[in-house]
């Protein structure tokens, strides 16, 4: 579970979080160019497995967003998101849980509720709890993530893949292979298809 998480997280990271690099280089004065920064510098410092300076990257990144864009911009929510992480990778689970909500809160204020972003904010609160063994407040969630995504991005979509296959381990966690077999199937078979 943690091996996709993670891989999960640095995509959907790059998809929902960042401004070009490039955009960042030509005016680094600028807030979001400021922030996009540090975003950077965090997944940097994350990938060689410093997590305490991610996290403390990323919470300037997030005191400034703040600042220049408001407590419920996208890049806030792209902080929260990242930070949760960070905390869930060391096992600080009360913290991880606090800004997965605060970031799903946020996107769904900006998006409404049938939103990819929204969706990936759900299925990150679901692996957390996953994460913790609380498999009955994960499975919903996980259930709900699949649902978004396929009503977004369509049913053969890579993250649809992604949410069948967490899962189908919640499945094989609670003792449902049957059930987990599908899920896994359905899972390898849009995987198939995108290739």
């Keep these: 579970m943690e091996h996709l998480v993670s891989i999960f997280f640095f995509s959907i990271f790059c998809l929902f979080g960042c401004v070009s690099i490039s955009t960042a280089q030509e005016n680094p004065f600028n807030p979001r160019a400021e922030w996009d920064n540090l975003m950077q510098e965090s997944l940097r410092a994350a990938k060689g497995g410093d997590y305490f300076a991610a996290i403390a990257l990323t919470e300037l990144a997030l ?27 060391l096992k600080e689970y009360v913290q991880a849980e606090e800004y997965y909500k605060r970031c799903l809160d946020i996107r769904k204020k900006l998006y409404g509720l049938e939103h990819p972003a929204v969706a990936t904010s759900i299925n990150n609160l679901a692996s957390l709890y996953y994460v913790k063994g609380d498999y009955a407040a994960a499975e919903p969630l996980f259930k709900e993530a699949l649902e978004v995504w396929k009503q977004t991005l369509g049913p053969n979509h890579p993250n649809v893949a992604i949410c069948l296959e967490n899962l189908a381990m919640l499945y094989q966690a609670t003792n449902r292979q049957e059930e987990a077999q599908k899920l896994e199937a359905q899972a390898q078979a849009i995987r198939a298809q995108n290739q």
Excluded: I, M
Excluded at 64 to 76: L, N
Excluded at 82 to 88: G, P, R, S, T, V
């Design 63 to 89: 005191q400034k967003a703040e600042q220049a864009f408001g407590p419920e911009d996208a890049t806030v929510a792209s902080s929260l998101n990242n930070l949760a992480y960070f905390h869930k990778t």
